[in-house]
């Protein structure tokens, strides 16, 4: 009884820790969306329950352009790197390829270099061939920073893969490309969809890299909430970061969903 | 019946890697498979049996010689070139399509008109006994419905030759021994030939017309199972197939087919299909005989005298080990057919008979492998 009685309280113990860290974790969030819907125009004071910042934001022209900036870029990053992590991934798991193990190492390097020596590195490099700095700039090198997370999730699902699966379709009449067509990339599919949610997360609330190569009229949505963050804390700060919050957290739901999918059909037969 | 084999194999010669790595995987195969044989390669891992199939399905090139399909060079065609098909070990269905889907796949590819593609899976759907299975996806099956599965898709596009990498060892026993008869009717009902490898004996003899048994790289031995198992040509195929006794003996006399050798003092008939070319120069002979074949008769009537040494039921059989008199030993198997209570007993004196022409004497040597 004793031991039983000891073994609930560490438990209790367990619990306490756990719901601080998820308090410590998630109050500053909890505010942030909490006080975006408070009427009152000074952000710390509660009054009442109002909508009125998000109508004032979504009217504010800045705002709307910063929006589709950061769509823009994230939607090209997204389509673009991925394309590429497919095509590396596809070369590194073919037998033919030699080298595969320096390869692998190359692309996922990136992701252990400090952001801000890539920033860095990315503007002395369109410095020196005199790139226009613009929206075009802040897309290549949104490109080049996510590439590696598209990669990681495509290379792991087709590491999975049965490569029998291939000589199968080879087998029955499939030339290469009718391979790839029906038997890969069916299969590899949801590896390319986990890989581009997570370049389109991490493209989307990018900052230092951005905040480098950004030139005149290219502000995306996290560089303009830094900009208005300077003059102070308002309420329609709040409303904007919650919407950026918004469709990160949409997003990283739906690589959940594609990851856990993956997951099950990995392990079929 | 068509003269010409279904499968030609000439002087190939397979090596894998290159310089100081190389492993010669194949070396110097011979080869003509029957149209419409159940052939069988057969062997321990490592032998080459797979990559042999391999070769022929067009995975591999051979470094050397060449292969021919009904007459036809299969150099330089793509595995999707060629009117072979394979059932792979591992089944590899597309977890991704549905079951019909993956029995029509290869007739897709071919560019079959959608109404036979329809109708030709329904009949392999009803060939193996899986008709109500077609909208299943493959991981919704056991593993022996996805064999038969992976039967059906090879079996759809009416291949030349199906090939049949291990296709049942992922099987449980029980199933194991039901899909034999199944590959075996499968055979008989499409009339296509059929190349099998497998490790396993039991498997080769019961299916087979013919076996090839492999060992590094090379062919020990081709021919019907009986003749594999009754006339085994050298000490690896004696042994790899059933169990076995080898004993020397010296030559004292050549007969046709038949070796008159002496053995402990006595005289034992061996059968030979060999010439006196093929013998060691000290007229030694090695002999191999089955356990089955070997009589335990009452001391003194036979070629020599044993001791009991261990005596074990099985059932149907009683396995016996001997101790002859000169100090060799000997496995008997002694058929349970006896009613008359007489037990041979653990430290009885017994005599030990060969009869003629049930030992064999194994002549080719080439191989080295003793």
Known sequence: MKNLSSKRKSINWLKIFSNT?????????????????????????????????????????????????????????????????????????????????????????????????????????????????????????????????AFMPIRARLSGMDQTL???????????????????????????????????????DDFIISLM??????????????SMIRLGVSPEINAVSTVLFCISVTAIIAYWLVSKQNEEKVHVH | MNDINAISVKNVEKIYGGGKQA???????????????????????????????????????????????????LEGLEPYQRPVNTVFQSYSLFPHMTIAENISFGLKMQGKMQKEISSTVAEMLELVKMAEYGERMPNQLSGGQQQRIALARAL?????????????????????????????????????????????????????????????????????????????????????????????????????????????????????TATTADLSSENRVRLAVRPEKLRLVTKDQGQTNAQVTESMYMGTDRYITVTCDHGENLEVRVQNSDVSGEVIQEGDTVGVFIPELSAVALTDQQSGLS
């Open chain 2, 23 to 73: 492993v010669t995987a194949l070396k110097d195969i011979h080869l003509e498979i029957r149209d419409r044989e159940f052939f069988t390669l057969l062997g321990p891992s490592g032998c080459g049996k797979t990559t042999l199939l391999r070769l022929i399905a067009g995975f591999e090139q051979p470094n050397q010689g060449e292969i021919l399909l009904f007459g036809d060079h």
């Open chain 2, 156 to 272: 759809a596009p009416r291949p030349k030759v199906l090939l049949l990498d291990e296709p049942l060892s992922a099987l449980d026993l029980k199933l194991r021994q039901a899909m034999r008869h199944e590959l075996k009717r499968l055979q008989r009902d499409t009339g296509i030939t059929f190349v099998f490898v497998t490790h396993d004996q039991e498997e080769a003899m019961s299916m087979s017309d013919r076996i090839a048994v492999m060992s590094q790289g090379s062919i020990q031995q081709l021919d019907a199972p009986e003749t594999i198992y009754e006339r085994p040509c050298n000490e690896f195929v004696a042994n790899f197939i059933g169990d076995v006794n080898l004993i020397d003996a010296s030559v004292s006399e050549f007969q046709p087919g038949k070796l008159v050798c002496q053995w402990a003092g006595s005289q034992v008939v061996a059968a030979n």
């Open chain 1, 213 to 226: 190569v950004a030139g005149a009229g290219a502000t995306t949505l996290p560089l303009y909430i830094y």
């Open chain 1, 166 to 204: 291939q000589e199968a379709g080879r087998d029955l009449y499939a030339n290469e490309w009718q391979v790839f067509w029906h038997v890969t990339f069916p299969l590899l599919k949801p590896g390319i969809l986990a890989g581009a949610i997570l370049s389109f997360i991490i493209s989307i």
């Open chain 1, 21 to 149: 860290f998820f308090v410590y974790l998630y109050a500053p969030i909890a505010v942030l969306i909490i006080y975006s819907f408070n009427d009152n125009r000074i952000a710390q004071v509660w009054t009442a329950f109002s909508t009125k910042w998000y109508l004032k934001a979504f009217n504010n022209e800045d705002i709307q352009r910063a929006i589709i900036n950061s769509l823009k870029v994230a939607g090209v990053a997204t389509i673009v790197a991925t394309l590429f992590a497919t095509m590396a991934a596809l070369v590194l798991s073919s037998k033919r390829f030699r080298g595969h193990g320096i390869s692998n190492a190359i692309i996922s390097l990136p992701l252990l270099v400090p952001e801000i020596a890539t920033a860095v590195a990315t503007l002395s490099f369109f410095a020196a061939i005199e790139f226009p700095l613009g929206l075009t700039s802040i897309i290549i090198a949104h490109i080049v920073f996510c590439i590696p997370f």
